[in-house]
């Protein structure tokens, strides 16, 4: 059985309290609750596919989270506040390990990762004009390379071609883009601890 508490220990960049940095121009600052979840014997990762409502990334796979709010001291407190706005999982309710490095996505958002280990089973309060469902993913599929590629994508500005991960397909849901890429980190990362 994967050890996934044992294999993230001192192995994610930053601690959960960390500050935002200083704000740079044109950058949007947004946090992402990762949540980790044992499901009887199965490590699983949390992910949402947002509503068809909304302004920006709308009907996409992300992870739990939004906009930086002015008060906010840092990527935790966003994701957590974000993170019961839209599916109602509490503070109380999760176990913070680290956050990965930032995520840039090409519609100029910075995504700061806030790994956690989310109590299971709970019982999820979906705000439907922000999220539309909620689906899980066996860390173990996640691992096997042949569920992952890359295709090369134009900026949203027409510049350079990037190399774009893609999942595809878990149970009909396509994991891209910068969601895709902190999953990746994350995998990465564990197979670090396992290698060890």
Not at 108 to 120: D, S
Not at 155 to 175: C, K, L, M, Y
Request: proline share 7%.
């Amino acid at each position: 059985m994967i050890d996934i508490e044992f294999s993230l220990s001192d192995r994610l960049p930053a601690n959960a309290n960390i500050s935002y940095p200083p704000h740079s121009p044109g950058i949007k600052s947004s946090a992402v609750l990762v949540p980790l979840l044992k499901d009887e014997t199965v490590w699983k990762l949390l992910f949402t596919r947002r509503s068809n409502q909304l302004a920006d990334h709308r009907g996409q796979v992300s992870f739990p989270g939004g906009h930086f709010e002015t008060g906010d001291s840092g990527p935790l407190q966003t994701a957590l506040r974000e993170t019961c706005e839209e599916i109602g999982i509490r503070s109380e309710d999760i176990r913070p390990l680290g956050i990965l490095d930032p995520a840039d996505t090409r519609t100029g958002f910075r995504i700061w990762p806030v790994v956690c280990i989310m109590k299971w089973p709970f019982h999820l309060k979906l705000s439907l004009p922000e999220v539309r469902e909620v689906f899980f993913v066996p860390v173990e599929w996640l691992m096997q390379g042949g569920n992952l590629t890359r295709r090369s994508m134009e900026s949203i500005n027409g510049g350079a071609q990037n190399a774009v991960p893609f999942f595809e397909s878990f149970q009909g849901h396509v994991i891209w883009g910068a969601t895709a890429a902190i999953t990746v980190r994350l995998m990465e990362i564990l197979r670090e601890g396992w290698a060890s």
